[in-house]
């Protein structure tokens, strides 16, 4: 028992923090992106890496 806390505790230790969003810097226009989706009559998640990608702007 004592091995399996000693990993969950270093495994702990190595998890990164949570991303708040405030720390976010990439911005992403949803209503955009799903109203291209719409046009072309496909789902959001059936579009290519590359269409995903115009809707998405650094700030």
Same mark, same amino acid.
């Given at each position: 028992?004592?091995?399996?806390? $000693?990993?969950?505790?270093?495994?702990? *230790?190595?998890?990164?923090?949570? !991303?708040?969003?405030?720390? =976010?810097?990439? @911005?992403?226009?949803? $209503?955009?992106?799903?109203?291209?989706? *719409?046009?072309?009559?496909?789902? !959001?998640?059936?579009?290519? =890496?590359?269409? @995903?990608?115009?809707?998405?702007?650094?700030?």
């Amino acid at each position: 028992m004592n091995g399996q806390i $000693k990993k969950y505790r270093e495994s702990l *230790a190595n998890t990164p923090g949570p !991303v708040l969003l405030t720390e =976010e810097h990439n @911005k992403l226009d949803l $209503k955009g992106l799903m109203s291209y989706a *719409a046009r072309k009559g496909e789902k !959001v998640i059936n579009l290519s =890496e590359e269409e @995903k990608n115009m809707f998405m702007r650094r700030s």
